[in-house]
């Protein structure tokens, strides 16, 4: 993709007829045994690679996969990609329906479970933040110096790869401040809902894990699982 110019983007967009996002545009160019390349002034580059590049404006970072199982189509909304922590393509099936897509540049919003306008996405028994699925699953990197998925867009159920950023804690505290939340977060009254109860029981993730999921305390979280609290679920 270091290559990826205006003209290379222009030739590779005359190799197909774009439709609407559910029909597959289908591939006009090369194929390598059954991956759609593109040809380019000498160079070669994978037709999906490029059509994700182009859609989500994110290098896609390990495999791709389609979910039409279509192997001509370079729709970008059939393409996904898989990483160790995503195990089975059908979380990903279902986390796509979580999110209604914008056109263009605009927010995906999570249509999913909610809480204080983030997205939480359930798969196998971790729970994770919508938006951080969504980086992920775009790619996205993240490391012990940059361990948070923020947004640009400071809307914080929106799950559009192009306006998430990885950051440090610093960075962090000012998005969450820039979304205007702090307030209230950690507030007893701000409950949890029982699905959530039911979800933090079952959960093999850690305490601290939970707590900064949920953004409630350790201790709080540690009640909830030892039946100390929220008892009524
Ligand atoms: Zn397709
Ligand atoms: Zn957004």
Redesign the pocket.
């Known amino acids: 993709m270091d290559f990826c110019n205006s003209e290379l983007i222009q030739y590779f967009q005359s190799k197909f007829t774009k439709g609407n996002e559910k029909d597959c545009w289908v591939w006009q160019g090369a194929f390598n045994q059954l991956t759609p390349i593109v040809n380019w002034k000498k160079k070669k580059c994978s037709a999906l690679g490029l059509a994700f590049f182009v859609a989500n404006h994110v290098k896609p970072g390990k495999s791709i996969r389609r979910s039409c199982n279509n192997f001509t189509c370079v729709n970008p909304a059939h393409l996904y990609l898989v990483t160790d922590e995503m195990l089975s393509p059908r979380y990903i099936d279902r986390f796509w329906k979580g999110i209604v897509r914008g056109v263009g540049a ?3 919003e999570w249509v999913g479970r909610k809480h204080w306008g983030y997205g939480f996405f359930k798969y196998g028994r971790k729970t994770v933040k919508a938006h951080r699925f969504s980086f992920m699953l775009h790619g996205g990197i993240l490391d012990g110096d940059k361990p948070f998925v923020l ?3 400071n ?1 914080r159920g ?3 790869p192009s ?1 998430l950023y990885a950051g440090n804690q610093k960075q962090n505290m000012r998005d969450k401040y820039t979304a205007g939340t702090q307030r209230g977060e950690n507030h007893p009254q701000c409950k949890l809902s029982s699905q959530d109860i039911t979800d933090i029981r079952e959960s093999s993730a850690t305490i601290s894990t939970l707590a900064k999921e949920y953004m409630m305390s350790e201790s709080y979280m540690w009640q909830i699982k030892k039946f100390k609290a929220r008892v009524d679920k």
């Open positions: 605009t927010c995906w947004h640009k867009c809307n929106c799950c559009n306006h």
